[in-house]
């Protein structure tokens, strides 16, 4: 079985640029997770997809970053203006776990690490 | 919201020794507890999880603990190997959320032969 599957897996760039990371959850996994991992801390969760519909966002800077799951499967990230802060790597994790209250295993990805400069 | 305490940052134990990892959560909802390994430039894997209605449960060298009238849960690894060597994080399910998690800061586990 496939994995999630994350690009681009590294990413410099300026600040006041943008940049934009692709997830592609397990086949089939209702459920998909974006995360900020800072170095030297634990994930942090940004935004939470159920299906193409949106559960929790409250932990996203939405005054610079956004997120989309066009047709309930790949999503997007997307960071604009970047800010010397954003640098961590962005994590993708999928769950077959459709709702309901019964957390269950999280499946991630590699991983996209994004230097802003 | 939930938040999720871990101690300590940093373990060192010698191959064969045990390591106890160790975190308290905030939210008495919280009904999911996994712990994470994750190797340098690799992505978080699960080890081990455990449930509220459990208070522990062992796989081979490994053993997670639950406390819920205290709030907090420890990871148990016996006969350490150079291997056990990464980070490990402990978290939490966001009972407002339905299945994500809270993660900990984190333990950089070292064993040296």
């Known amino acids: 079985e496939a994995g999630v599957a994350q690009s681009p897996r590294y990413k410099i760039i300026e600040k006041r640029q943008s940049v934009a990371f692709w997830c592609n959850p397990i086949s089939g996994h209702a459920t998909l997770y974006w995360y900020q991992q800072i170095l030297g801390q634990g994930p942090k969760l940004l935004i939470q997809f159920q299906n193409n519909g949106v559960v929790d966002d409250s932990q996203l800077p939405k005054d610079r970053f956004s997120a989309e799951r066009l047709k309930g499967v790949d999503s997007t990230l997307k960071i604009q203006p970047a800010k010397l802060e954003d640098s961590a790597v962005y994590l993708c994790?999928?769950?077959?776990?459709?709702?309901?209250?019964?957390?269950?295993?999280?499946?991630f990805g590699e991983g996209s690490r994004l230097t802003v400069l | 919201g939930e938040n999720v305490e871990q101690h300590p940052s940093t373990l060192s134990v010698q191959e064969g020794d045990s390591a106890v990892i160790k975190c308290t959560y905030s939210?008495?909802?919280?009904?999911?507890f996994p712990w994470y390994k994750q190797e340098l430039g690799k992505r978080p894997q699960l080890i081990i999880d455990i449930r509220s209605n459990v208070g522990e449960k062992k796989d081979q060298r490994i053993a997670v603990t639950l406390n819920k009238t205290a709030k907090h849960f420890s990871l148990h690894i016996t006969e350490t190997q150079p291997e056990d060597s990464a980070v490990y994080f402990c978290?939490?399910?966001?009972?407002?959320?339905?299945?994500?998690?809270?993660f900990g800061k984190g333990t950089t586990l070292s064993v040296s032969s």
């Open positions: 978290a939490a399910s966001i009972p407002q959320a339905g299945t994500a998690l809270i």
């Open positions: 939210d008495s909802a919280s009904n999911y």
């Open positions: 994790a999928s769950s077959p776990r459709g709702g309901g209250v019964y957390a269950g295993e999280l499946f």
